[in-house]
């Protein structure tokens, strides 16, 4: 539809509900039908009037709001009549969605990457050897400042499952513009771990004076 996550917050009470509950657990104690399956469905409340159903996709690492509906039981247009419906024709997400999940994480880490990259290596340098976490956008990216006598080396490991390989490059100019992509070279593990190769993770690493 093209709406905002905000305009869509505005617009309706249930995408607060899903804002403010899912942020806090990735399900709700109430399975919409039997419990267990491969994507089990809980149930979303918002007042006496809202109902919908959210499904944690475990391998994308999203909450999704599948669906929503007035809240009115007993009544043929019930929440709960029109989930049982769409149960049956499909009610997850569909390639278009988790296109546009791609395309808004794409969006956001760009947005965010320039000024935190900067943040991190920064974090890394007066910690060396210590492994630094921060949230770009909303991926998580890990960096390591290894002092070799007068120089340190750079490892930086981020999840390719959720980032394009463009984007990676971006988060490498992020962290030293005045490099070209040739001088960094791959990384079988971070200096602190082993990568995490469910995840997609992927490490390089760059000498500097």
């Not at 009470?13 to 399975?31: C, H, K, L, Q, W």
């Not at 007066?126 to 990216?141: C, D, F, R, S, Y």
């Amino acid at each position: 539809m093209g709406a905002t996550f905000e305009e869509l917050a505005a617009r309706h009470p249930i995408v607060r509900a899903f804002r403010r509950e899912r942020r806090a657990a990735t399900v709700g104690p109430d399975t919409l039908g039997p419990p267990g399956g491969q994507r089990p469905l809980t149930v979303l409340r918002h007042s006496n009037d809202w109902r919908g159903v959210t499904w944690h996709d475990p391998d994308a690492t999203v909450v999704w709001l599948c669906a929503s509906g007035w809240h009115r039981s007993g009544q043929p247009d019930d929440a709960f009549q029109l989930f049982a419906r769409l149960k049956d024709k499909g009610i997850w997400p569909t390639a278009e969605d988790y296109d546009a999940l791609a395309a808004d994480r794409t969006e956001q880490f760009a947005a965010f990457v320039i000024d935190d990259a900067p943040r991190l290596l920064a974090m890394a340098r007066a910690e060396p050897e210590v492994e630094q976490v921060l949230a770009i956008g909303q991926e998580p990216v890990a960096l390591v400042v290894h002092v070799i006598e007068t120089l340190e080396e750079t490892f930086v490991a981020v999840s390719v499952q959720n980032i394009s390989m463009q984007m990676y490059q971006l988060l490498l100019v992020a962290l030293y513009p005045e490099r070209s992509f040739k001088d960094w070279r791959v990384e079988q593990r971070l200096p602190t771990r082993d990568l995490d190769y469910a995840r997609s993770e992927v490490c390089m690493s760059i000498l500097h004076a």
